[in-house]
């Protein structure tokens, strides 16, 4: 079993920043992506960025130029988006998906509980 856990939300003053963390543990064997997305009371589930195996990053249009994945090469089970240039829009519910091999369990696809982040003065 996967288990995926994502932290650093919290209430930020628009033009403000945060970094936001996802950690993935258990029975992994290989991880092909992780990433991010956010939904908004009332909307649809969306894009914000996702970062492969090969390095190649997709982010959503809403958030190109502010928004930032990253993973250190120690701790490739770990990823961290940097959110800068915060707007009241970019209120959401972050959730982290990792999508990989288990030699246990096959191929996984697994998403967090979630982590909130509020912009507003």
């Known amino acids: 079993q996967v288990h995926v856990v994502e932290s650093g939300g919290g209430l930020v003053q628009p033009g403000g920043s945060l970094r936001l963390s996802c950690v993935a543990s258990?029975?992994?064997?290989?991880?092909?992506?992780m990433g991010w997305y956010r939904q908004a009371p009332g909307k649809q589930r969306e894009l914000v960025v996702t970062l492969d195996s090969g390095g190649n990053r997709n982010y959503g249009d809403s958030v190109k130029g502010r928004f930032t994945i990253s993973r250190t090469n120690a701790a490739k089970n770990t990823v961290y988006l940097q959110m800068n240039s915060l707007k009241p829009e970019d209120t959401a519910k972050y959730y982290c998906?990792?999508?990989?091999?288990?030699?246990?369990?096959?191929?996984?696809?697994?998403w967090g509980q979630g982590t909130q982040v509020t912009v507003s003065s």
């Open positions: 258990g029975s992994i064997s290989s991880i092909d992506a």
């Open positions: 998906n990792v999508r990989g091999y288990s030699d246990y369990a096959g191929g996984f696809d697994s």
